[in-house]
């Protein structure tokens, strides 16, 4: 097998299973070990994915994002400690963004009860879990429906946005990086998250650590927007100090 088809297929693996194990692949295609590692060097260098120990995950792109079934089998603690932490930055605030994506779901089963809200979301899932809540008034931005994703995008969903003035914002990203900033693989998804940086007062990006330093294909947003990061303790203590220099509180759940 030749290296170039030998990479493709572990890409194409990653993708799929979310994540590749080097001795599992290495035993699949008959090959050392130290070729697979190699391999996912030269992918990491591509960009295509980031390398963890034992391992590697794919890095999402213009041309690939995993889906919400995917993601809800990944680090879930993690995110739920992340979505828990993020809630407690709610403050005095009244009307909510609530981003697209299964750890802003967490963030919207981790609300507490009992309080009025008004929450606005591209996300059908969110806006189905909260509109039965009884002090909570759910407004679901309209347009086209991402099939990865289950939320809406496109110029109806920007246009309700630039009609509104939101306390607190809870935004995700793809990847968060110090010199890029927060990015994500679609332009209509950047243009409707863009658009929430806009019309919010506040603004916390939660997250897990595997999407920092990562760059994903539209720009929406500079880390120096955010009064809050919300990360997990993966994240290295010295990591998130640089991060709290270009001005946000980070926090590590």
């Known amino acids: 097998m030749r290296a170039e088809e030998r990479q493709h297929r572990i890409l194409a693996r990653a993708r799929s299973d979310g994540r590749v194990d ?75 963004f609530i981003d697209e994506g299964f750890g802003p779901q967490l963030v919207a089963e981790a609300l507490p009860p009992g309080r009025p809200l008004t929450v606005i979301t591209a996300s059908i899932p969110v806006a189905s879990h909260l509109a039965t809540k009884p002090d909570t008034t759910v407004y679901l931005l309209g347009g086209r429906v991402r099939g990865r994703t289950l939320a809406t995008v496109d110029h109806w969903a920007t246009q309700m946005l630039a009609g509104f003035v939101i306390d607190l914002a809870f935004l995700g990203a793809n990847g968060i990086s110090r010199r890029y900033g927060l990015t994500t693989p679609d332009p209509a998804v950047a243009n409707v998250k863009a658009q929430v940086v806009r019309a919010s007062r506040r603004r916390v990006f939660a997250g897990v650590h595997t999407k920092f330093g990562v760059n994903s294909f539209c720009r929406f947003a500079s880390v ?19 991060y709290s220099v270009l001005g946000p509180q980070v926090i590590r759940a």
């Open 224 to 242: 120096a927007d955010f009064e809050a990061i919300v990360t997990d303790t993966g994240l290295s203590a010295v990591e998130a100090q640089r």
């Open 22 to 96: 080097v001795s599992s692949v290495a035993a699949d295609l008959a090959v050392a070990p130290e070729t697979v590692r190699r391999d996912l060097r030269l992918l990491e260098q591509h960009g295509l994915v980031r390398r963890t120990h034992g391992g590697a995950y794919p890095v999402e792109s213009a041309g690939f994002e995993t889906n919400l079934a995917n993601r809800a089998t990944l680090r879930v603690p993690e995110k739920r400690r992340i979505a828990a932490a993020a809630v407690e930055l709610l403050g005095d605030a009244e009307t909510v």
